[in-house]
């Protein structure tokens, strides 16, 4: 596509239930990037997935997050048993794994938790 | 660990000059970065330089890097109120690429 893709773009949910949230990274890219932007901070590295090497999980703040990416295409961002602290919006990137790393956004998923 | 700071927030006139600063602790970085964010929309490159380079002009848009003081600006000439937004300066890994950038924490520039 021509830009990186995410939905939904607002998601409301109680406090408990299991969200996913989905990423549709720029054809080619083959690195896929997902950040964590908290109001009125800065973003927080979650995950990143590169081809079909192991994906840095080293960013997921616990076990009730996790992302899958298929292949070099669509990656899902699953948070289950949602906490009012999850509320954020939630950003996918993607690049072309060049050796200047530029990063092309999404729009973001803006996650409220109540 | 690698760590980037930044301003919170700066108020300028349209038509003076902004300066955003940021400091960096990975002194290994090969490229830093200056994303632009507007109200409800995602990050946009704005520029960025290469660590072995002192300066880089785009435009309107001036990056100075001090590489000994790990010091990174983004001057913008003339701002409009079209340049309202929070500014992200960000550095990829050197000797601990993995791919991510290490974001700082925003600075919003207010035009008046």
């Known amino acids: 596509g021509a830009g990186v893709s995410q939905s939904p773009s607002n998601k409301v949910t109680e406090k408990g239930k299991d969200v996913e949230l989905r990423c549709d990274p720029i054809?080619?890219?083959?690195?896929l990037y997902w950040y964590r932007q908290r109001l009125g901070q800065g973003l927080e590295f979650l995950i990143y997935?590169?081809?079909?090497?192991?994906?840095?999980k080293s960013g997921l703040p616990s076990d009730r997050f996790s992302a899958e990416r298929t292949g070099e295409s669509v990656s899902t961002l699953t948070i289950q048993r949602t906490q009012q602290e999850d509320s954020a919006v939630y950003l996918c990137?993607?690049?072309?794994?060049?050796?200047?790393?530029?990063?092309?956004f999404g729009s973001g998923t803006q996650l409220s938790v109540l | 660990g690698e760590d980037v700071e930044q301003s919170l927030f700066l108020s300028v006139r349209e038509g003076d000059s902004s300066v955003i600063n940021c400091t960096y602790t990975d002194s290994s970085s090969t490229y830093l970065y200056w994303y632009k964010q507007e109200p409800g929309a995602g990050l946009q490159l704005l520029t960025y330089?290469?660590?072995?380079?002192d300066m880089k002009q785009d435009q309107r848009l001036t990056v100075l890097l001090n590489k000994k003081d790990k010091h990174l600006s983004l001057r913008i000439a003339d701002t409009q109120t079209g340049d309202s937004a929070i500014y992200f300066c960000?550095?990829?890994?050197?000797?601990?690429?993995?791919?991510?950038?290490?974001f700082g924490q925003g600075t919003t520039l207010q035009v008046k």
């Open positions: 960000a550095e990829s890994g050197g000797s601990s690429n993995t791919g991510k950038l290490i």
């Open positions: 997935f590169q081809g079909n090497s192991a994906p840095d």
């Open positions: 990137a993607s690049s072309s794994r060049g050796y200047n790393e530029k990063l092309f």
């Open positions: 330089i290469f660590s072995n380079m």
């Open positions: 054809s080619g890219h083959t690195a």
